[in-house]
T-cell receptor, first 113, second 114 residues
Framework: AQKITQTQPGMFVQEKEAVTLDCTYD???????LFWYKQPSSGEMIFLIY??????QNATEGRYSLNFQKARKSANLVISASQLGDSAMYFC??????????FGTGTSLTVIP | EAQVTQNPRYLITVTGKKLTVTCSQN?????MSWYRQDPGLGLRQIYY???????DKGDVPEGYKVSRKEKRNFPLILESPSPNQTSLYFC?????????????FGPGTRLTVT
């Protein structure tokens, strides 16, 4: 079974609108961390936001928030007020038991002016 | 400046010719890792290291070797490269403990094996 599933290969959003990128995960480990990374066309990997499995509140970092639904094993990324510079590939990832990392296949986001 | 460096950034080689991709970090991170990125497959972990002299296999270790003799360095060795190892490779590092221990990534190494 896939550890991280991102079901949206591509998404479009109008500039200044909000967008949700989906991510579901699979683990039986009670201790895990969930991450979102952005990869612009230049290729570097940029850390956006983190959610720990024991965190009670949803994580927020500026325009990024993580909608963490533990029972459903989902960790969706919400980007508010989209900007042209948000056009990129977005990866959801999980660190399981502190050791091994798993990444999803990514979602390509295009922001339309 | 805190960073992860990789060398070389681009490499074209032939099947069977041993190569090493170096990775170095200056953040005193315990955890280091190698990934390969292929279209449609995302990033897949090759090997990781929790600390000096401690390495473990990730999801796709076949055909690769690593060593961790010093905390700052984590080279990736392809002893007999094959065309299916043509890929974009990333090295990453993080602290092992403490939240959120996100990984810092190097700039990537694009490898072509002919």
């Amino acid at each position: 079974a896939q550890k991280i599933t991102q079901t949206q290969p591509g998404m479009f959003v109008q500039e200044k609108e909000a967008v949700t990128l989906d991510c579901t995960y699979d683990t039986s480990d009670p201790s895990y961390g969930l991450f979102w990374y952005k990869q612009p066309s230049s290729g570097e990997m940029i850390f956006l936001i983190y959610q720990g499995s024991y965190d009670q509140q949803n994580a927020t970092e500026g325009r990024y928030s993580l909608n963490f639904q533990k029972a459903r094993k989902s960790a969706n990324l919400v980007i508010s007020a989209s900007q042209l510079g948000d056009s990129a590939m977005y990866f959801c990832a999980m660190r399981e038991g502190g050791n091994q990392f798993y990444f999803g296949t990514g979602t390509s986001l295009t922001v339309i002016p | 400046e805190a960073q992860v460096t990789q060398n070389p950034r681009y490499l074209i080689t032939v099947t069977g010719k041993k190569l090493t991709v170096t990775c170095s970090q200056n953040m005193n991170h315990e955890y280091m890792s190698w990934y390969r990125q292929d279209p449609g497959l995302g990033l897949r972990q090759i090997y990781y290291s929790m600390n000096v002299e401690v390495t473990d296999k990730g999801d796709v270790p076949e055909g690769y070797k690593v060593s961790r003799k010093e905390k700052r360095n984590f080279p990736l060795i392809l002893e007999s490269p094959s065309p299916n190892q043509t890929s974009l490779y990333f090295c990453a590092s993080s602290f092992s403990w403490g939240s959120p221990y996100e990984q810092y990534f190097g700039p990537g190494t694009r490898l072509t094996v002919t």
